[in-house]
């Protein structure tokens, strides 16, 4: 399975940004999804994360109400909508696959990582 994230870019703080991830093949249609990101010198953390039929999501305290994940099956792409940007959310984004069917925060219970889509935010 190949996962392919995309739309990072530079944004003002405020704004807003929406990064896809495309999935390979159907098999993750039955998986949870995250988003997970990284930035310098920092640990990977846990962003967001849906589960296999998009009705149970969970998130950070620190995107809560500013961040939103959906996804479409029938496409096999997920989806973070990114509002309210803040300098601290500026990393490079990464979705994974999850090896059951809801979210999950912790990396570990991911088996399957996209290339990682950089997003970063200007004060």
């Known amino acids: 399975v190949q996962l392919q994230a995309s739309g990072g870019g530079l944004v003002q703080a405020g704004g807003s940004l929406r990064l896809s991830c495309q999935a390979s093949r159907r098999t993750v249609s039955n998986n949870a999804m995250g988003w997970f990101r990284q930035a310098p010198g920092e640990e990977r953390e846990f962003v967001a994360a849906?589960?296999?039929?998009?009705?149970?999501?969970q998130y950070a305290d620190a995107v809560k109400g500013r961040f939103t994940i959906f996804r479409n099956i029938a496409k096999n792409t997920v989806t973070l909508q990114m509002n309210s940007l803040k300098p601290e959310d500026a990393a490079v984004y990464y979705c994974a696959a999850a090896r059951g069917s809801y979210g999950s925060s912790d990396y570990k219970d991911y088996t399957y990582w996209g290339q990682g889509t950089l997003v970063t935010v200007s004060s």
């Open positions: 849906i589960s296999w039929r998009g009705s149970s999501t």
